[in-house]
């Protein structure tokens, strides 16, 4: 299935993104996924995506931009396909998806109080302590188990055939 198709079959799902953010031609969406695929009646998260539309003659494959992260979304890389790689935005569209845990896709953040106390996020790498509060707090909302690479890719996927 192509990206084109794609977007055909969602199209009542997206909706024009911010232009001042995204750039133009861009559609906003997201589909909801249970959040633990054994239990598809289970919490559902959503999985935010963006298009950002080819400028000129579209080819068929679209290119996939990944936020490498951790915990960063994908959807604040569109200033790549409109900057760096705006010559190849002239014939493929881009699909930015934001992993589950990240962006608008049931973000897990820990609050580090970094404002208050800069240490707290930049004097240590991974403070023990502080990990160990951030997971506690995270686990008193999410299934931390079930947010791995072969998830984020199920995700994907269910993306691509939504």
Known sequence: MTLATLVFVAAQQLAPC???RFGTAAQCGSIQ????????DGRKIP??????????Q????????????????STDMAQLANGPFAPVRQERDFLLVDQRGSGGSYPLMCVA????????????LYD???AARCRQDLEGTADLTLYTSDRVAEDLEQVRRA
């Open 33 to 40: 996924v249970a959040e633990n695929p054994a239990r598809p």
């Open 47 to 56: 999985i935010r995506f963006v298009v950002l539309r080819a400028q000129g």
């Open 18 to 20: 911010p232009t001042e």
């Open 58 to 73: 579209r080819l068929p494959e679209p290119v996939l931009l990944f936020n490498g992260g951790p915990g960063a979304a």
């Open 113 to 124: 109080g970094a404002a208050q106390r800069p240490a707290l996020a930049f004097g240590h």
């Open 128 to 130: 023990p302590a502080f």
